[in-house]
């Protein structure tokens, strides 16, 4: 826990920036209330009571009237006492406010601070407080919904039951290094630890699972439109956004730039990036697009190929021209344009998978930019192709999850093996050290500071 009482008083604007009914102003730190009391020249605020104030300059001119909350120490959002100062949202009479609050002591907050304050006294874990910004930038109501799961601490209890697993785990292996005659300590050879090891990795997986669809709630896909001129990318665009972003015209290299378009289709979101037509040209302008729509491509988690089904085409000799060489299937997705333009619409399904040859692990969806045809299967592949099936009670997280999850369990793969296959067990604890530091990194339990910094840089002012 963090010395409060040593730590300057921080203050900052809570709410957005902009026009308003209510602007809030937040307050922490030992000189919370008494500056409170300067400001509204009030003696005392009782605790989690609202209390209608005037909030005075150093002349004793009312700058802003409003209301005045008192959370006293340890019970508040940071562990401090806070002080929140509710009054009217225009923002000149927040700043004059915020100056005045400056010149009785406090400082400005930066960004995060608030919710770095209340990590360090314990008021809650990493993965709450990430929860915090990630509830904040929610783009869906699933991915908000499982934010506030991670909040109230449904994540890190899972996270905290593994890590209680693991320490039971170790006890039993150090138990059975330390004294291996005794009769009534498991023995490495025995079956015990092999037993609660699995148990752990079983564990570990869901969680994993479970994680990776948190990741995608959160994060979404990077989906790129890519293909030759008049193929359809920009009218796709349009009828995935479901309204009219791009400009569609029957002359090719109308689009010259790159256009992106966040949407959330299944629950999913997908930040969608149209891009000029891949041709040789000698137009300067266009030219510059099509460097801009190859550098989105290289960055993409989904390009879908769209070409045009009544040219004679095949669609793995197009990818090859398009992309230099073929993308992996599982980033790849061949979209069939103008179905409506086809006589026998189910047949050219047909006609444009024979053209794959032996590359029948690349999936192909036909459509109708037009008429819809083909869009509800073409958005069940799209998520299909990144295996995004949350539950109903999935939880949001972040790829430094992904990645403390997956070093925790090639730690625990590790410590399998040197079980069962060497019967090391120095090497047994070692592993399970190792997993168990990489788990509690998720929690904060073991933290570098740099982390820190970046994690909770990334949060608004005030929060």
């Known amino acids: 826990m963090i010395q409060t009482n040593r730590l300057p008083t921080i203050a900052a604007i809570a709410t957005p920036i902009g026009r308003g009914g209510v602007g809030i102003i937040r307050i922490s730190g030992a000189l919370a209330y008494d500056i409170a009391c300067r400001l509204t020249n009030k003696k005392q605020f009782t605790a989690r009571k609202s209390i209608f104030c005037r909030f005075y300059n150093q002349q004793q001119k009312v700058i802003d009237e409003g209301i005045v909350l008192y959370f006293p120490a340890p019970n508040s959002f940071t562990g401090e006492d806070v002080i929140e100062l509710q009054g009217h949202g225009g923002m000149i009479l927040q700043n004059m406010l915020l100056a005045r609050v400056f010149e009785l002591g406090a400082k400005q907050a930066t960004a995060g601070e608030f919710s770095y304050r209340a990590f360090e006294n314990d008021k809650l874990d990493l993965v709450q407080a990430e929860a915090i910004a990630d509830a904040i930038d929610a783009t869906s109501e699933a991915a908000a919904t499982s934010a506030m799961r991670s909040l109230t601490g449904e994540f890190s209890t899972k996270i905290n039951g593994l890590l209680e697993q693991l320490i039971h785990l170790r006890l039993h292996v150090e138990a059975a290094i330390d004294f291996p005659d005794e009769e009534d300590v498991d023995f490495l050879s025995d079956g015990v630890i092999e037993s609660k ?9 869901k969680v994993l699972a479970t994680a990776k669809q948190g990741q995608l709630l959160r994060d979404g896909i990077n989906v790129v439109l ?16 479901g309204q009219e972003r791009a400009i569609v015209t029957e002359v090719a290299g109308t689009t010259r ?9 299944n629950g999913l979101t997908m930040h969608l990036t149209d891009t000029a037509g891949l041709r040789d040209t000698e137009d300067r302008v266009e030219q510059i697009g099509i460097e801009r729509a190859k550098d989105a491509i290289s ?10 089904l009544t040219q004679d085409i095949n669609p793995i000799e197009l990818a090859e021209e398009l992309f230099g060489k073929i993308p992996k299937a599982e980033k790849l997705l061949m979209i069939g344009n103008k179905l409506d333009l086809i006589e026998n619409g189910e047949s050219a399904t047909y006609k444009n998978k024979a053209n794959f040859g032996n590359e029948t692990n690349y999936d192909q969806v036909n459509v109708s930019c037009e008429t819809s045809t083909g869009i509800h299967e073409l958005i069940s592949s799209l998520c299909k192709k990144v295996d995004f099936h949350p539950p109903e009670n999935s939880l949001i997280a972040r790829t430094r999850h992904i ?13 399998y093996e040197q079980l069962t296959v060497f019967k090391a067990g ?15 990194e998720i929690t904060g339990e073991f933290s570098a500071d740099d982390l820190l910094g970046k994690i909770f840089g990334s949060f608004c002012i005030g929060k």
């Open 299 to 308: 960055k993409a988690d989904i390009l879908l190929m769209v070409f045009d």
């Open 226 to 241: 890519a293909g030759k001129p008049n193929a359809g990318k920009s009218s796709l665009l349009n009828r995935l956004a």
């Open 257 to 265: 730039d790159t256009l992106e378009e966040t949407i959330v289709l």
């Open 403 to 415: 990645d403390a999850l997956k070093r925790t369990q090639n730690h625990l793969d590790d410590a």
């Open 197 to 205: 090891l699995n148990n752990t990795r079983d564990e570990l997986t």
């Open 426 to 440: 120095e090497l047994v604890a070692e592993s399970l050290r190792q997993a168990q530091q990489s788990l509690g």
